[in-house]
Nanobody
Framework: QVQLVESGGGLVQAGGSLRLSCAAS????????MGWFRQAPGKEREFVAW????????YYADVAKGRFTISRDNAKRTVYLQMNSLKPEDTAIYYC???????WGQGTQVTVSS
């Protein structure tokens, strides 16, 4: 089993920044990728970004390119999502994912006001 705990969400004005963190624990932690997804009210959960745990390569959804940066700290078993130039449409619950959904965190709310 793997446990994922997100933090760092909150309320921010449009144009602002937030940094989300996802701390992982568990004896069987050995991911290929760690990623971030989000779900806005009334919408399906959507992919935001992932990072290869070993090599560090990254991949972003179009909505994240140029504004969001995913990174990881292998020693701390933590993955981050730096979000800049936030827009009201970025408002959602952001979820951390182990191997694109084998395990999920509980989510952290991000609200961007206009």
């Amino acid at each position: 089993q793997v446990q994922l705990v997100e933090s760092g969400g909150g309320l921010v004005q449009a144009g602002g920044s937030l940094r989300l963190s996802c701390a992982a624990s568990g004896r069987t932690f050995s991911p290929l990728t760690m990623g971030w997804f989000r779900q806005a009210p009334g919408k399906e959960r959507e992919f935001v970004a992932w990072i290869a745990w070993s090599g560090g390569s990254t991949y972003y959804a179009d909505v994240a390119k140029g504004r969001f940066t995913i990174s990881r700290d292998n020693a701390k078993r933590t993955v981050y999502l730096q979000m800049n130039s936030l827009k009201p449409e970025d408002t959602a619950i952001y979820y951390c994912a182990y191997n694109s959904g084998t395990y999920w965190g509980q989510g952290t709310q991000v609200t961007v006001s206009s």
